[in-house]
């Protein structure tokens, strides 16, 4: 019997024993007969080559089943999300420091947990499998392993040493994976030296139970796990040690890739904007909205004198004496406008970030200025508001970044990101043309308020009525004094973070009086 | 309406035993009583958290370790993993270097294998004293570095460590070999009856050697060119 009938008669038995996966209907490809199959997106492909030759040596319909088990369990059991694949990757990446073999060992580690599982919870023609399976030297050693756990002859020559102990890892304790990734790795480490030494020579580097890349996930998985990976387990360093690691096969799987058709390259992905993408995106900032209205029609403004040719409709008869004629008559200059209406909604906002040399590096540690800055501009983004960008040190100096009004996240990123590390001065005029190019937009100012010229902005932000919402970095006498300053002002609101749990405490656009209702 | 349920009905959960879960199960056990074991040797020694390395304190810490450690059975696996359990605080609450080093020697001395292979080189932590009287026919060999007393004692075993050593290396050692493949820190040999000491790379500085050779990068340099003792070179 071929494969895909095979696969027909037994797909609903397989199905039902594992407890009916969200998985569809596996294929059988013309692939590599060293590989048995491959997981891609959720959708298990058997290799009719594979198939083949083990059926030669074994029941076709045993290899089949025991193939799907196995794919079956990776997505019940282990890795069961990116996110822990990408944990267990860290963990074997500290003990062997060498990415690919690191890579190599999580997905034997994968392997083994998985297969053990499926053995011990499910009948399972594995084992059998296993017997059959041509075998390199490192795949030899795990059969060992699996003749020890599973107490099963698969005709594996034992590394006793090395054998025992593996045997000793509690695989199937999902809550000590990480160390039991660890040690798994410290135990192969010197193993996968040497087979990627011989891999070298022979030009065989293929796992026969199929390589567990980025393939099995979609995108959505992907961003979830780095979003999990970013938030639970590790700081900015090891994020983006491990983001690099999978760089290439990220932009493989076309992760990070905005817009549609084109040419060109694309941009780079950066590890440090996808880590603070990630941790942002945990997190959520409330924004009090104003009671702003576009009408969308036209409003009659100012005066002007009518021509001919002019429509009448315009005319303002009470001005003009009831007289058509040019120079006395008087017609009325429209223009579209939001009023205040009854529904609200929120202004975009302009995001001052203070990246001098009292801020942290956001490229070296975790920056909560940046962090805060990305939840706001999200915060904005997510309500259908534009965000502008002020990134500045010594600005008079040529310290600084500024974006226009924009929705593209990557962009506002990239500049939320730009470190100067110089002094802190900021260039109040630079601030106008952003302040016109919107309607009376929100200002979220982040910054320990150790500005050179902290009175000049000081006076500055006393002259606009715009909703300000500023976040201070710490506690010093600067953040005292810029507080002292503007506390009478209602539409400013102020923040201090010391620690990534204090920016959702931040309300942003939270003018007092719009809640004490004193207006 | 057909329940949904329905195809469960008859479905259980089959799990069989498979040789893994003894095997965790006895591991798990031996660790214990290795946990247990170390906890009783705090508790005898360290009532004030603070541990002098004196002669007599050694002494008196290896007696006690002795008679905990006779008490269980366990295997060379077992001392490894004790030492990374030592090295984070899931477990043990607190790591006393001076004497978890003579409770690991102790181990070390008393396990069942001849030949002991320990893979430190994820420790976060050194281990002092490792070594300490390891016996005739007994070999170590520790991948990572040690810390300082390491190997002191020694009664003819052979320790390796494939890494760094720090000061006071085979102090007081009586007979047996120690290897250490890159460097060592001062007082190497100090008060040392004999034995051999082999450095593949340097040797910071000597002790007052009484008898037995030292080997610097192939070399002899105790006795035949005799160094002044805790001299940087």
Not at chain 1, 198 to 219: A, C, I, K
Not at chain 1, 501 to 512: A, C, F, Q, S
Request: charged share 30%; aromatic share 10%.
């Amino acid at each position: 019997m071929v494969p895909e009938e095979i696969i027909k008669k037994i797909w609903p038995k397989v199905r039902k024993k594992h407890l009916f996966p969200e998985i569809p209907n596996p294929k059988v490809s013309e692939g590599s007969e060293n590989v048995a199959l491959e997981l891609k997106n959720k959708q298990i492909t058997i290799n009719a080559g594979f198939h083949d030759k083990i059926a030669r040596k074994m029941d076709a319909e045993a290899v089949v089943e025991a193939l799907l088990d196995h794919g079956i369990s990776h997505y019940t059991f282990c890795p069961w999300d990116f996110h822990t694949h990408l944990r267990l990757f860290a963990e074997a990446k500290r003990v062997i420091k060498d990415k690919d073999r690191a890579k190599r060992a999580a997905g034997l580690f994968m392997d083994v947990v998985a297969d053990t599982h499926c053995v011990k919870r499910k009948k399972t023609p594995l084992p059998e499998l296993y017997k059959h399976i041509d075998k390199g030297k490192v795949d030899e050693v795990i059969a060992s392993l699996y003749q020890r756990i599973w107490g099963v002859d698969l005709g594996a020559k034992e590394d006793e040493g090395v054998v025992r102990r593996l045997a000793r890892i509690p695989y199937l304790d999902k809550k000590q994976w990480d160390k039991s990734i660890q040690k798994f790795s410290r135990v192969i480490k010197v193993l996968l030296e040497a087979e990627e030494e011989q891999d070298r020579q022979s030009g065989n580097q293929e796992n026969p139970m199929g390589e567990h890349g980025l393939d099995g996930y979609t995108l959505e998985e992907i961003d979830q796990g780095l979003r999990d990976f970013a938030n639970k387990d590790v700081g900015l360093k090891e994020f983006k040690e491990t983001f690099e690691d999978f760089k290439e096969e990220l932009k493989e799987a076309g992760y990070g890739m905005e817009g549609g058709m084109g040419r060109g390259e694309g941009s780079p992905l950066d590890a440090d904007l996808i880590y603070y993408m990630k941790l942002a995106e945990n997190y959520s900032v409330p924004i009090k909205k104003v009671p702003m209205e576009k009408r969308g029609h036209l409003n009659p403004h100012s005066h002007c004198p009518w021509e001919i040719g002019r429509p009448f409709q315009d005319v303002d008869v009470w001005t003009s004496f009831g007289k058509i004629m040019p120079g006395i008559t008087q017609t009325w200059n429209k223009i579209e406008g939001s009023t205040f209406g009854e529904r609200e909604a929120v202004p975009d906002c302009i995001i001052i970030i203070d990246s001098s040399g009292s801020m942290t590096n956001p490229r070296k540690n975790l920056s909560h200025a940046v962090l805060g800055a990305a939840c706001a501009s999200d915060a904005y983004l997510r309500n259908d508001a534009e965000v502008a960008v002020y990134n500045f040190s010594d600005a008079p100096m040529g310290g600084k970044a500024i974006l226009d009004f924009t929705s593209e996240r990557t962009k506002i990123y990239g500049i939320l990101c730009k470190y100067f590390g110089g002094g802190t001065a900021l260039n109040l005029n630079e601030l106008d043309p952003l302040l016109k190019a919107s309607e009376k937009p929100d200002i979220f100012i982040i910054t320990d308020m150790k500005i050179t010229n902290l009175g000049k902005v000081i006076g500055y932000l006393n002259t606009i009525d715009n909703r300000i919402t500023a976040v201070y970095i710490g506690e010093n006498t600067y953040a005292l004094r810029f507080r002292e300053a503007m506390e009478k002002k209602k539409n400013v609101s102020f923040y201090n973070v010391t620690k990534k749990e204090d920016i959702p405490k931040i309300v942003l656009g939270k003018i007092r009086e719009y809640f004490q209702g004193d207006l | 309406m057909k329940n949904p349920f329905d195809d469960f009905k008859e479905h259980r959960m089959r799990e069989r035993e498979i040789p893994l879960d003894s095997i965790i199960e006895s591991r798990d056990t031996v660790m214990s009583n290795i946990i247990k074991g170390y906890e009783k040797l705090l508790e005898e020694e360290v009532k004030e958290l603070v541990w002098l390395v004196q002669y007599n304190t050694v002494i008196k810490a290896y007696t006690l370790a002795e008679k905990v450690v006779k008490e269980f059975d366990y295997r060379a696996e077992d001392i490894e993993e004790f030492c990374y359990e030592l090295d984070s605080t899931d477990k043990i609450p607190y790591l006393i270097t001076g004497p978890a080093g003579i409770y690991i020697s102790t181990l070390c001395n008393y396990v069942k294998e001849e030949e002991i292979y320990l893979k430190l080189n994820d420790l976060k932590t050194q281990i002092n004293l490792l070594g300490y009287r390891l016996p005739v026919g007994k070999k170590v060999i520790v991948e990572g570095n040690l810390g300082d007393f390491t190997g002191i004692g020694l009664e003819g075993g052979e320790l390796v460590v494939e890494g760094n050593a720090k000061n006071y290396t085979g102090a007081g050692m009586k007979s047996g070999r120690i290897r250490v493949t890159k460097n060592i820190g001062l007082h190497t040999g100090e008060w040392m009856m004999g034995g051999e000491v082999f450095v593949g790379g340097r040797v910071r500085g000597m002790g007052k050697i009484v008898d037995g050779k030292v080997y610097e990068d192939n070399k002899l340099i105790y006795p035949r060119n005799y160094r002044q003792s805790n001299v940087y070179y």
